[in-house]
């Protein structure tokens, strides 16, 4: 097989050897080494350290981990890794950010963070992005600098009404999304027709269960982050 058609996680592991499968790569280890540094030194300026470190370990959980070579097998996992990446890595590194100055941009950062996700499930894209290192990055950087900049904006700069309405619509659409892939006839992903099977799923099967994790879990998560913004709605209508 070409390198070019290897995803940047490596080739699907079965169940025997995945907790042999840490991704190792320099340049990768390098990356969050830096980033911790320099978040470590922005939170010690008296911003929120512990937060940024938990979201930084949620990145090192997503693509150091084994977790990283399991979504090269199952589309499940791949549903799994996003959520990470969307619903807790996210919003962690965005409370970490002092909060924003200027005009709210909620909307923006809405659509903008909606497309990143849906286009990661185009399958045609998608399958070139586990073809290729350089796509499967930008995807991956796309996907959490749109979401950290959404999370950013609904928790650390709109007001509480417009943020629970963003929060509401950030969860619907990826409820839509997951209705597509759970609803769906047949499976959407060729790169996991065959890896499936080696853990005890069919590829329908698989792709069903990556959609009912972006579908109940991610929704609690969303549910969790709304509680603030609607204390704050309900104070606003009480004032």
Do not use: K
């Not at 084994?66 to 791949?78: D, G, I, K, N, Y």
Request: overall charge positive.
């Amino acid at each position: 097989m070409a390198r070019a058609a290897i995803p940047y996680c490596g080739l699907a592991p079965v169940p025997a050897d995945l907790w042999t499968r840490w991704n190792l790569d320099p340049l990768l280890l390098a990356a969050l080494l830096a980033l911790l540094v320099i978040g470590l030194r922005h939170g010690a300026a008296g911003r929120r350290p512990w937060v940024f470190l938990a979201g930084w370990c949620g990145l090192v959980l997503a693509f150091v981990s084994p977790f990283c070579a399991l979504t090269s097998a199952l589309f499940s996992a791949r549903s799994a890794h996003h959520v990470l990446l969307v619903v807790v890595v996210a919003p962690l590194l965005a409370l970490a950010l002092p909060a924003r100055v200027g005009p709210a941009r909620t909307g923006a950062a809405l659509v903008v963070s909606s497309a990143v996700l849906w286009m990661w499930h185009v399958p045609a894209l998608y399958e070139r992005a586990l073809a290729s290192d350089v796509l499967y990055w930008l995807l991956q950087l796309a996907l959490l600098v749109a979401f950290v900049w959404f999370w950013h904006e609904v928790l650390r700069g709109t007001r509480p009404v417009g943020a629970l309405l963003a929060i509401g619509a950030g969860a619907g659409q990826m409820g839509l999304l997951a209705a597509v892939l759970t609803l769906a006839p047949e499976p959407l992903y060729a790169a996991h027709a065959v890896a499936p099977v080696a853990w005890g799923l069919s590829p329908l099967a698989d792709q069903q269960l990556g959609g009912l994790l972006m579908w109940v879990p991610a929704f609690l998560l969303y549910g969790l982050f709304a509680l603030a913004p609607a204390r704050g709605a309900l104070r606003e209508l009480e004032a």
